[in-house]
C-alpha cells in the first residue's frame, strides 16, 4: 500500500512563494503520474496539477502561470511550487496517486494534507 | 461554483437509502468522460469510493453503487448507517479550456 507524505513550510507570507514536497513510500515513484490538490478552509477540491516520473507534467489553466511541479526520482518524491501567493492560497494541499488512463483519471492514494497559511 | 453541480446537502434515516447527483455537461460527463466518487470526513483526506463510474475499489462495501447518464451522474447508498455521514464529491475530466480535472462542490450526507 503506497503511502504520501506532505512536508513544508505551514505559514507563507503575501507575494512570496509557497513550496511543498510529497514523499512516497510503499512503492516506487515510477510508472504512475502523481498529483496536487488543494481545499481552501471550508471550500471545495481544486486539481492543481500532475507530473509523471519521466517529468512530463501538466497543470490546471486557472494556476499554471503561478504553479511548477517536479518529481525527483531518486528521493521518491515530487514537488509543488506556487509563486505569488494570495490569501486565496490559504488551503490545505494534498498530494495524490493518480490513477487511470487518457483523461479518464482519478486519484486512489491521498496524503494526509497540510495546511498552508498565507499571511504576513 | 463548481464546474459539476451537487445538492449540498442529502439526508436520511439508518437503514434507507439515498442518492447524491452530480450535473455536468457536454464538455465533461456528457463528453463520456468517467465520474469517480470520494468521501471526505472532518479532518481528513479525501477517500475514493468510486472510480471509472461504477467500480467500487477493493473494501468499498456494495451499499455504495453509482451511475451515469447523460450529462449526470449519482451515487447511491444503501442501508444507511450513522458512519456514512461525510462529505461526498464527484470528480470528472473538463474538455473546456486546456482540459482540467474537476471536482463537484461536495454533498454533506446527514444520517437522521
Known amino acids: 500500500q503506497v503511502q504520501l507524505q506532505e512536508s513544508g513550510p505551514g505559514l507563507v507570507k503575501p507575494s512570496e512563494t509557497l513550496s511543498l514536497a510529497c514523499s512516497v513510500s510503499?512503492?516506487?515513484?515510477?510508472?504512475?503520474?502523481w498529483s496536487w490538490i488543494r481545499q481552501p478552509p471550508g471550500k471545495v477540491l481544486e486539481w492543481i496539477g500532475d507530473i509523471h516520473y519521466s517529468g512530463i507534467s501538466y497543470y490546471n489553466p486557472s494556476l499554471k502561470s503561478r504553479v511548477t511541479i517536479s518529481v525527483d526520482t531518486s528521493k521518491n518524491q515530487f514537488s509543488l511550487s506556487l509563486s505569488s501567493v494570495t490569501a486565496a492560497d490559504t488551503a490545505v494541499y494534498y498530494c495524490?496517486?493518480?490513477?487511470?488512463?487518457?483523461?479518464?483519471?482519478?486519484?486512489?492514494?491521498w496524503g494526509q494534507g497540510t495546511l498552508v497559511t498565507v499571511s504576513s | 461554483q463548481s464546474v459539476l453541480t451537487q445538492p449540498p446537502s442529502v439526508s436520511g434515516a439508518p437503514g434507507q437509502r439515498v442518492t447524491i447527483s452530480c450535473a455536468g455537461s457536454?464538455?465533461?460527463?456528457?463528453?463520456?468522460?468517467?465520474v469517480h466518487w470520494y468521501r471526505q470526513f472532518p479532518g481528513t483526506a479525501p477517500k475514493l469510493l468510486i472510480y471509472?463510474?461504477?467500480i467500487r475499489p477493493s473494501g468499498v462495501p456494495d451499499r455504495f453503487s453509482a451511475s451515469k447518464s447523460g450529462t449526470s451522474a449519482s451515487l447511491a447508498i444503501s442501508g444507511l448507517q450513522a458512519e456514512d455521514e461525510a462529505v461526498y464529491y464527484c470528480q470528472s475530466y473538463d474538455i473546456s479550456l486546456s482540459g482540467f480535472v474537476i471536482f463537484g462542490g461536495g454533498t454533506k450526507l446527514t444520517v437522521l
Open positions: 495524490a496517486r493518480r490513477e487511470g488512463s487518457y483523461h479518464d483519471y482519478y486519484f486512489d492514494s
Open positions: 510503499g512503492g516506487s515513484i515510477g510508472t504512475y503520474y
Open positions: 457536454s464538455f465533461n460527463i456528457g463528453g463520456r468522460y468517467d
Open positions: 471509472a463510474n461504477t
